[in-house]
């Protein structure tokens, strides 16, 4: 079955301890980004990347970083995490180009105490 | 603020009506995206329609695409208990391929 696998699905952690969220799809798809969904902000993007070891930041990197070295994965780490990084996490992936829609996993709810 | 922005934020029917929500945009896109979202769980993409198109049907779906006003409507006919959820608009950053932006969504509430 086609799709994007994310891992937790449910974290809670402590203040500064290091976390990696993994993002997996299965579709061969060279774009995968990642986003942080908060009650009345709607989803806003963290980091994509186009292919292989191409990251590019969206519009709320801060705190974040993440890898691609390869094609399947695109783990999201959180250094330091602090309590406003609690959120519900998406990642998503597509075809590069345009015209294509994205494929999504089913989310990571992290709370950082 | 979200490039994309829904209209209205909440939206309550009745089964077997029509629902419509609406999107507004800032910058230049070259195509404008709708997902679904149940409660809690990952988004589900519905339709896509490019910039050089003013209309789209998929099933019971029909949107719209105006350039010039910036905006885009998602139509959902003869709805469903089912269609209750979240809907988002997403559009891309035109000359700045791989960023997106999504609304803050609709939440539509389709009673039996």
């Known amino acids: 079955e086609a799709q994007v696998t994310q891992n937790p699905r449910y974290l809670i952690t402590v203040t500064g301890k290091k976390l990696t969220v993994t993002c997996s799809q299965n579709?061969?798809?060279?774009?995968m980004s990642w986003y942080r969904q908060d009650p009345g902000l709607g989803l806003r993007q963290i980091y994509y990347?186009?292919?292989?070891?191409?990251?590019d930041k969206g519009d709320v990197p801060e705190g974040y970083k993440v890898s691609r070295k390869e094609k399947r994965n695109f783990p999201l780490i959180l250094e330091s995490p602090s309590p406003n990084q609690t959120s519900l996490y998406f990642c998503?992936?597509?075809?590069?180009?345009?015209?294509?829609?994205?494929?999504f996993g089913s989310g990571t709810r992290l709370t950082v105490v | 603020s979200q490039q994309g922005e829904e209209d209205p934020q909440a939206l309550s029917i009745q089964e077997g009506e029509n629902a419509t929500m609406n999107c507004s945009y800032k910058t230049s896109i070259n195509n404008l995206q709708w997902y679904r979202q149940n409660s809690g769980r990952g988004l589900v993409h519905l339709i896509l329609?490019?910039?050089?198109?003013r209309e789209k049907h998929s099933g019971r779906l029909r949107v719209t695409l105006d350039t010039s006003k910036k905006s885009s409507s998602l139509l959902i006919t003869a709805s469903r208990a089912a269609d209750t959820a979240s809907y988002f608009c997403a559009t891309d950053a035109g000359t700045n391929a791989g960023k997106s932006t999504f609304g803050d969504g609709t939440t539509l509430t389709v009673k039996p």
């Open positions: 990347s186009m292919n292989v070891e191409v990251t």
């Open positions: 329609i490019r910039s050089n198109e």
């Open positions: 579709m061969n798809h060279e774009y």
């Open positions: 998503a992936s597509s075809w590069a180009g345009e015209g294509y829609g994205y494929t």
